[in-house]
């Protein structure tokens, strides 16, 4: 997949684009406003990552520029600017996540992965599996090998969150907006104890453990085969 990375900060856009091509991403990088709309227009790009404030033309004009020309390519903006009004702002213009600085490029990497999932073809998924955790949708059933696990209606979604992202570091942030919505302060141990719920129902009397926590980024569900080290960036 191709992306096109517009900053004007040297330092962070090598440092995007190592970990991308480390990714299998081919990246393409410009660091003025002005370059980085007519590069945007003149090749095709499976994403965009944005920065918000550039030389000669601001990220958000090039966004609105971009979706004025009927341009539908995901989307995701960085910026120091974390307000909410400034990240609804950015929204507003046609970006489709915004991501404020600093972060961790693991969420970066998630989250733009998650963009480019949402423009491919959709495809009904009614049961889902890492290793031998499987989950029914339909059912709403859960089983790892012959044991059935109950989970509670959050826990259930919460899981259910992980293991669609399966091998993907997925961010406190990103199961309080999946999970609650926003309705709990991010500082919350909600995330911690539900957590630790859910490893104690699929891991606890396994030989093998999928839920892993990545220090200072978030936690991962995989396969016992999965390179965690490698999602430590």
Do not use: C
Request: charged share 25%; aromatic share 6%.
């Amino acid at each position: 997949m191709q992306i096109l990375i517009i900053e004007d900060d040297t330092q962070t856009a090598k440092f995007i684009q190592n970990g991308l091509q480390e990714s299998g991403f081919v990246v393409d990088h410009e660091s003025d406003g002005e370059k980085g709309l007519a590069q945007a227009m003149t090749n095709q790009y499976d994403a965009l990552v944005i920065d918000r404030m550039l030389p000669n033309l601001d990220g958000l004009a090039i966004i609105e520029q971009l979706r004025g020309r009927g341009y539908n390519v995901p989307i995701l903006i960085l910026s120091a600017l974390g307000d909410v009004d400034q990240r609804v702002e950015g929204l507003k213009a046609g970006g489709d996540d915004y991501l404020v600085k600093p972060y961790a490029f693991s969420e970066l990497l998630a989250r733009l992965q998650s963009l480019v999932r949402r423009t491919q073809p959709n495809q009904e998924v009614n049961q889902l599996q890492v290793h031998d955790l499987k989950m029914d949708l339909l059912k709403r059933k859960v089983t790892r090998g012959n044991d059935v696990i109950d989970l509670q209606p959050k826990e259930f979604i919460l899981l259910e969150t992980l293991m669609r992202n399966s091998g993907e570091v997925i961010t406190r942030t990103m199961l309080l907006e999946k999970v609650w919505d926003y309705n709990f302060d991010p500082q919350t141990n909600v995330i911690d104890v539900h957590i630790s719920r859910i490893r104690a129902k699929i891991d606890k009397d396994y030989d093998v453990a999928l839920l892993k926590t990545i220090r200072g980024s978030g936690y991962i569900l995989a396969a016992p085969d999965f390179d965690v080290n490698s999602q430590q960036k």
